[in-house]
């Protein structure tokens, strides 16, 4: 195997990896942020 | 003494050990943030207990409250035990954690956060507060205390061009675990609650069980930069600035240092600035706007709070790489005093929308004030003992957490005892908060390097 392609995998393997791990704590945030921000319009109202 | 060799473990649990989470040559750093997140989205939950406190109270009664079921006042003991214990807890680990890395860390958090839930259903089960206390107040706290600054010094490591950043990013999450918990907490208690049971125990079941699993996830990812491993590209500054050193200064040595002082007086009074507000917010607002604000609206606000909260801990951690650390804490005190001293004029002309943007402001930069302390340890004492110093400052916010809520509370009352009006009883705790930032801003203003003599020797520091 070439060194640019091992760098390839790498990159590839980390970016999926980078999708998986900000989705899993991002996901949760979102729709806390989400629940909040309903919440919060009753103020204005 | 111990060294980090000497601290690996074995066995089956090899795996957590040190040695084990060094990372392999093209790991992303973008990846420990989101480790550090699955930690701190869940401990953040403490912020949201107070949902639990009315189904608690009704435990027996199911309906309403019989004799025997337990008091409001006795369960606030719940939280202020787990705070007082995150303290102690952040105190006398914060140099173990230094010597075996974030993983196991992590992993014990893990135990200690969801085993608190475990056991307090217990507690629960056989109607017993003590198992409670000690479940998620004892236990539930040391995994708090460990599990906020166990990723605090690796984020520092993986981000020497923006440890502000980084590590305001994980204790982003600190403030965002709250807003998670709490309608998940009620969706659930809503799921299992049936004629004869309020659904909290089996509530504490499930959430323990989630926020281990959630938590294994972080330590799973974790890991830590190789021996001298730097960004690529990144350059140390070579004339560094008058309040960052590239020294190290040990914990012990720290404690000695008139900036450790300085350090905690400027954490302490930032907090219990916005602390005692966070804890009234509901009740302040519906005082001060009788009519205009209703209860479901003071909901919405204590929300709002909560999110300007949880951004102010990225936006002003961010920020502070930019502008320096002093000048963040700089622009804290005195933004803060304006602002403090707006707040009674806002109920004068009856402005909501004023009095929200006010205190949007000023709970972003508490939160602020939580994030930007890891990089100003850093900036002050090196990386070396940045963990366990940070441990030791947090008693800072536990003192706080009694002071901030306890000078709202009372100077209150004692102004509706004396014949104020409910919307004017805040005035007078307003100006006090804008003293307390005052002083806070005098000892902000007097940091300084440390001296030299308190510096670890290069040898010391490899050891």
């Known amino acids: 195997m070439t060194e640019s392609k091992h760098h390839e995998d790498v990159s590839a393997a980390n970016t999926i990896k980078l999708v998986f791990a900000w989705s899993f704590v991002g996901i949760p945030l979102i729709w806390g942020v989400y629940n909040t921000l309903t919440q919060a319009a009753l103020l204005f109202k | ?463």
């Open chain 2, 1 to 463: 003494m111990t060294t980090a060799a000497q601290a690996d473990s074995g066995g089956i649990l090899h795996w957590l050990d040190r040695s084990h989470t060094v990372a392999k040559p093209g790991f992303s750093r973008w990846l420990v943030p989101p480790a550090a997140l699955c930690v701190h989205l869940c401990i953040g939950q403490v912020y949201a207990f107070s949902v639990f406190n009315l189904p608690m109270t009704r435990l027996i009664g199911i309906t309403e409250s019989a004799p025997d079921d337990w008091k409001l006042t006795e369960l606030g003991w719940i939280f202020s035990i787990a705070i007082v214990f995150l303290g102690l807890s952040a105190a006398f680990t914060g140099t173990w954690l230094d010597r075996v890395g974030p993983r196991k860390a992590m992993f014990t958090a893990a135990l200690c956060f969801g085993g608190g839930f475990l056991i307090s259903a217990l507690g629960i089960h056989l109607h017993q507060l003590w198992i409670v206390y000690l479940g998620y107040g004892v236990l539930g706290g040391c995994g708090l205390g460990l599990g906020y600054i166990s990723p605090v010094k690796t984020l520092i490591t993986w981000f020497p061009d923006r440890p502000g950043m980084a590590t305001g990013m994980a204790i982003m999450g600190f403030g965002g675990g709250a807003m998670i918990a709490s309608p998940l907490s009620v969706w659930l208690m809503q799921q299992f609650a049936t004629s004869s049971h309020v659904g909290v125990m089996e509530t504490f079941i499930v959430l323990g069980l989630v926020y281990i699993f959630f938590m294994m996830v972080g330590a799973v990812i974790v890991r830590v930069p190789a021996k001298g491993w730097a960004p690529e590209g990144y350059v140390a500054p070579a004339q560094p600035k008058k309040l960052v050193t590239q020294a190290h200064v040990h914990v012990d040595q720290a404690l000695k240092t008139p900036q450790f002082y300085l350090l905690w007086g400027v954490l302490c009074l930032n907090v219990t600035a916005g602390i005692g507000v966070l804890g009234q917010a509901s009740a302040m607002s519906q005082e001060m706007f009788p009519g205009q604000i209703t209860a479901a609206a003071a909901a919405g606000f204590v929300g709002l709070l909560s999110l300007f909260n949880m951004l102010g801990r990225f936006f002003w951690a961010s920020t502070s790489d930019f502008i320096g650390r002093r000048n963040t804490y700089m622009i804290f005190f005195a933004l803060g005093m304006i602002l403090y001293a707006i707040v009674p004029w806002t109920g004068q002309i009856d402005s909501v929308v004023l009095f929200v943007a006010c205190y949007a402001v000023i709970l972003s930069m508490y939160g602020g004030g939580f994030a930007t302390i890891p990089a100003y340890l850093k900036d002050i004492f090196g990386t070396r003992y940045v963990g366990a110093i940070h441990g030791r400052l947090l008693t800072a916010w536990s003192a706080a957490g009694v002071f901030g809520p306890v000078l709202v509370n009372y100077i209150r009352q004692y102004q509706i005892d004396n014949g104020v009006p409910k919307a004017d009883a805040y005035s007078v705790t307003m100006y006090i908060m804008a003293g307390l930032l005052l002083v806070g801003f005098a000892l902000n203003w007097l940091m300084s390097p440390v001296h030299e003599r308190h510096h670890m020797k290069p040898e010391d520091v490899d050891a």
